[in-house]
């Protein structure tokens, strides 16, 4: 009994801890916002560029075209976000109070996600799937998202989907992930041949397209 009372206590510090340094990022990040707001041109999205839980600098270009497209539906979905310490849009969600749906196909992780504060401070759905062309329309129905959303972020088997002028761009990080989700470590030709047939939406064509239709198979 005494040890798992010192586990508890352990985990609710540990909670604590890390409630107290969420706190602090978004407070760090504010002065970076007011940045945004205020009307300075950049010349380029990387001018824009910060990071508070984003793997990169896409928690600033997020609020920068949130300021240049308002308004905006506050709400947003995003696939593949792991345990959610990590991600593209827990900054909407503690820092602007967006609605959010967060899907990945590891249970361990959605059930660490529904355990953690913020599912119970904050409107986040958080759900367990494999995510495919032909259930995707029916996991959002499910979780009461339809219609526009803010922002659609999309991360599944290390293969982030962007809108850039090319459909696919070679990575140095090796976060690719087989069927069953653990890591290949795939590099250059055998990382693309990976998704070659994955169907991707062209805009030049205004069709979809598999992606290895739309550029030649990297070295």
Do not use: C
């Not at 503690?94 to 913020?118: C, F, M, P, T």
């Not at 055998?190 to 939406?201: C, G, N, S, T, W």
């Amino acid at each position: 009994m005494l040890r798992f009372t010192k586990s508890s206590r352990l985990r609710r510090e540990l909670s604590a801890l890390r409630s107290d340094m969420d706190t602090i990022k978004v407070l760090a990040a504010q002065p970076l916002i007011q940045t945004i707001r205020s009307g300075k041109s950049f010349s380029s999205l990387h001018e824009a560029e910060f990071k508070v839980f984003s793997q990169f600098g896409d928690d600033g270009i997020i609020q920068y075209l949130m300021h240049r497209l308002a308004p905006l539906p506050d709400s947003f979905v995003e696939f593949g976000v792991g345990n959610y310490r990590e991600s593209n849009t827990r900054f909407l969600l503690l820092n602007n109070n967006w609605r959010g749906l967060v899907l990945d196909g590891h249970a361990g992780s959605i059930k660490q996600i529904q355990q953690d504060e913020i599912y119970w401070r904050h409107t986040l759905t958080a759900r367990s799937a494999w995510i495919t062309r032909d259930n995707v329309n029916d996991l959002l129905r499910e979780a009461e998202f339809s219609g526009e959303i803010g922002l659609l972020s999309i991360d599944i088997d290390g293969f982030p989907v962007r809108t850039v002028k090319e459909a696919f761009v070679d990575a140095r990080f090796r976060d690719s992930r087989d069927k069953r989700g653990k890591l290949s470590h795939l590099t250059g030709a055998r990382r693309f041949q990976a998704i070659a047939d994955l169907e991707v939406y062209d805009l030049r064509q205004n069709k979809i397209a598999p992606l290895k239709s739309l550029r030649a198979t990297p070295s």
